[in-house]
């Protein structure tokens, strides 16, 4: 569901994968191959929300944007189930893990890794190639072993997935 509010409405790239149940409010810009799956919101009331390049928007994601902050995904980023971002930079490459959170102003980096069930509190940075966990999330160590091989991986999964749900509808 795509619904325009105060005169701004979703910019979707013809590529890209919107499940049935998503819903995108305002001012959503989503990139070439990218993907926003079942039971997604994402509400630009205030400032726009950008999915980039082949990122992955995976169900029941909410993103939000705060009056001053936009959100901001860059290419090639996995989003896990459940998560929420509010006002958010994430650099391309990232992966945030299953119901995380990240909140106003926080910036995560290039190839970064937010490991499920973390709280990246406000206004936080967190240095690309590294990996951050708790509540609220603290710098673990550098991207090593499995977790390279996510920030590797995970994206494209994503996409040959979301091209394949979109033949699916396009019947």
Same mark, same amino acid.
């Given at each position: 569901?795509?619904? $325009?509010?105060?005169?701004?409405?979703?910019?979707?790239?013809?590529?890209?994968?919107?499940?049935?149940?998503?819903?995108?409010?305002?001012?959503?810009?989503? $990139? $070439?191959?990218?993907? &926003?799956?079942? /039971?997604?919101?994402?509400?630009?009331?205030?400032?726009? &929300?950008?999915?980039?390049?082949?990122?992955? &928007?995976?169900?029941?994601?909410? &993103?939000?944007?705060?009056?001053?902050?936009?959100?901001?995904? /860059?290419?090639?980023?996995?989003?896990?189930?459940?998560?929420?971002?509010? /006002?958010?930079?994430?650099?391309?490459?990232?992966?945030?893990?299953?119901?995380?959170?990240?909140?106003?102003?926080?910036?995560?980096?290039?190839?970064?890794?937010?490991?499920?069930?973390?709280?990246?509190?406000?206004?936080?940075?967190?240095?690309?190639?590294?990996?951050?966990?708790?509540?609220?999330?603290?710098?673990?160590?550098?991207?090593?072993?499995?977790?390279?091989?996510?920030? $590797?991986?995970?994206?494209?999964?994503?996409?040959?997935?979301?091209?394949?749900?979109?033949?699916?509808?396009?019947?």
């Amino acid at each position: 569901m795509l619904i $325009e509010y105060q005169g701004r409405k979703p910019t979707v790239h013809p590529t890209a994968f919107i499940a049935p149940t998503a819903v995108l409010i305002g001012d959503v810009v989503v $990139e $070439e191959g990218a993907s &926003i799956w079942f /039971g997604a919101v994402l509400r630009a009331d205030f400032q726009p &929300i950008i999915v980039g390049k082949e990122s992955s &928007i995976q169900d029941n994601v909410v &993103i939000h944007v705060d009056v001053t902050h936009p959100t901001r995904i /860059g290419e090639r980023v996995t989003v896990g189930h459940a998560s929420v971002l509010e /006002g958010c930079q994430i650099d391309e490459n990232a992966v945030i893990g299953m119901n995380s959170t990240v909140l106003v102003g926080a910036h995560i980096g290039k190839g970064a890794l937010v490991a499920a069930g973390s709280v990246v509190k406000a206004n936080f940075v967190v240095p690309p190639g590294t990996l951050v966990a708790g509540n609220p999330a603290e710098i673990k160590k550098r991207i090593s072993g499995e977790s390279a091989w996510w920030i $590797e991986n995970a994206w494209k999964e994503y996409v040959r997935l979301g091209q394949h749900y979109r033949s699916l509808l396009d019947r």
